[in-house]
């Protein structure tokens, strides 16, 4: 087990100090969240709409945009310079390269969830009243099921013709359990609502996301090899 | 079955099938009563209700041919698997336009997202990313191996459609055929016209899912021919 988390390290690892180095994905998906803040305050009426009312909505939204910016190229460098032939023919089990690469791209997301709050909280002068910690658990319980399917969705788009424009035909039917629950909770932890009317999400949130972690890692092997 | 057993139980099921859709539309507008809360409008839910379970059979047929096929990898599954999914998504799209005629006259509007009607929609999308899947990719065989995974995790949505109704306020009408409280409560001429419905629907799917079948197959086959080398032909056929 122990060696098996190694595994899973190793290409987390790799994947992150190659962001590191680049900054290629951080930098697109950075610039994209302060850009698209500053679009939707253009786009929000504030006369007739308080952006208050609706930022949780926005703020998920931008989370699912920006993380598809992001993770729709989680395979374009091995897929680039064939390195994925290398990497399949090294004695990593399939299933840990999955869970790395889900590692990897849950670190990255993680700190363009912090942007997304930051920026939003300062554009739109958001006012938090609720418990932080149980908004952590919702916000990474979310991120964490939608990292799991569309990094498995990423590889299948690399082995289609069609590419990254796959990706959102694919993810999006089977993220609006995220966006459900995630979108109410956030909401109600914004106003101050207690613990107990989000728990339940917090349930369905998990359910999703180990479901759909323990599904894609089964089923990454029918994905990844030629 | 060979391929002429399949042409011909295709032309039998297909003449059945056509020949009950025909006496279910005579039922529907001229033999069963209309119902005393909707009035004329619910008279659709003798093609809504048996489009959609058709719809959850071909899925299921989907999910369960693909499983299978990505773990015994044998060729006819993944052909039943597409050819249940094409006849499911007709069912589904014969469910997603039947539902907003009913809910313009029961709701006042053609769309409410209520949820068994979202999901319903987004499970028509994941279909659709399945057939994408299939015809994107250079190699057949990978593609094949793609939708089936699509089909399997596809699946894995329906148990999120019945929680996501269990938490959220539905406006969708309570399943009244498969009532746990009071099974069956229908009408009993309700009930006929809505059997009559079930069986000329599972009779036009069973048509449409062999022929479906058979074209994979004649496909199959002809790529394979193709992939043989015509010295090797000529040798065979001599």
């Known amino acids: 087990m122990r060696n098996y988390l190694r595994l899973v390290w190793a290409i ?49 939204m931008t989370i699912i945009f920006g993380g598809m910016l992001g993770l729709g190229r989680t395979f374009r460098l091995e897929q680039e ?24 791209n849950f670190i990255l997301l993680s700190v363009m969830v912090a942007l997304v709050f930051v920026v939003f909280g300062a554009f739109f002068s958001l006012r938090f009243s609720g418990s932080p910690l149980t908004l952590v658990g919702v916000v990474a319980l979310g991120v964490l099921g939608f990292v799991s399917l569309t990094t498995f969705f990423s590889a299948m788009a690399t082995r289609s013709s069609m590419g990254e424009s796959l990706l959102p035909v694919l993810v999006f039917p089977l993220l609006v359990p995220v966006v459900v629950y995630g979108t109410t909770a956030t909401d109600r932890l914004f106003i101050g609502r207690p613990i107990a009317e989000v728990s339940g999400n917090l349930r369905m949130l998990a359910a999703f996301a180990i479901l759909f972690t323990v599904a894609c890692a089964w089923l990454f092997r029918f994905v990844i090899e030629e | 079955m060979s391929q002429k057993q399949i042409r011909w139980a295709v032309g039998v099921l297909g003449a059945l099938g056509v020949a009950t859709v025909i006496v279910l539309h005579w039922m529907v507008f001229f033999w069963v009563p209309t119902e005393s809360t909707m009035g004329v409008v619910q008279r659709i839910f003798y093609i809504h209700v048996p489009a959609w379970w058709i719809a959850f059979l071909g899925f299921g047929l989907v999910a369960l041919c693909s499983a299978v096929y990505l773990w015994l990898g044998d060729e006819r599954l993944d052909r039943a698997a ?18 907003p005629l009913w809910g313009r006259v029961a709701w006042g509007t053609w769309w409410e997202w209520e949820p068994r009607l979202t999901l319903a929609l987004l499970l028509w999308f994941i279909y659709l990313g399945y057939f994408l899947v299939r015809r994107s990719t250079a190699n057949p065989e990978q593609g094949k191996r793609l939708a ?10 329906i148990p999120l459609i019945h929680v996501s109704v269990t938490w959220l306020r539905s406006l969708h009408p309570e399943a009244v055929i498969l009532s746990a409280s009071n099974p069956m409560n229908l009408d009993p001429s309700m009930g006929a016209t809505i059997g009559v419905g079930l069986l000329a629907f599972t009779l036009v799917f069973a048509s449409l899912f062999l022929a479906r079948y058979a074209v994979a197959t004649y496909e199959h086959e002809l790529d394979l021919r193709d992939a043989t080398p015509a010295g090797t032909q000529g040798a065979e056929a001599g």
């Open chain 2, 148 to 157: 089936a995974v699509v089909g399997v995790i596809g699946v894995l949505d």
């Open chain 2, 82 to 99: 597409v050819a249940g999914a094409e006849a499911g998504m007709i069912f589904t799209t014969i469910g997603l336009l039947t539902g």
């Open chain 1, 81 to 104: 310079d064939a390195a994925l032939s290398g990497i399949l023919q090294s004695p990593i089990p399939i299933a840990a390269l999955y869970l790395g690469k889900v590692v990897g």
């Open chain 1, 12 to 60: 987390a690892r790799k994947d992150l100090l190659v962001e590191f180095r680049t900054h290629e994905r951080l930098t697109a998906m950075g610039a994209f969240v302060v850009l698209i803040g500053i679009l939707f305050n253009f786009s929000i009426d504030s006369a007739l709409v308080r952006p208050q009312d609706i930022a949780a909505a926005l703020i998920w």
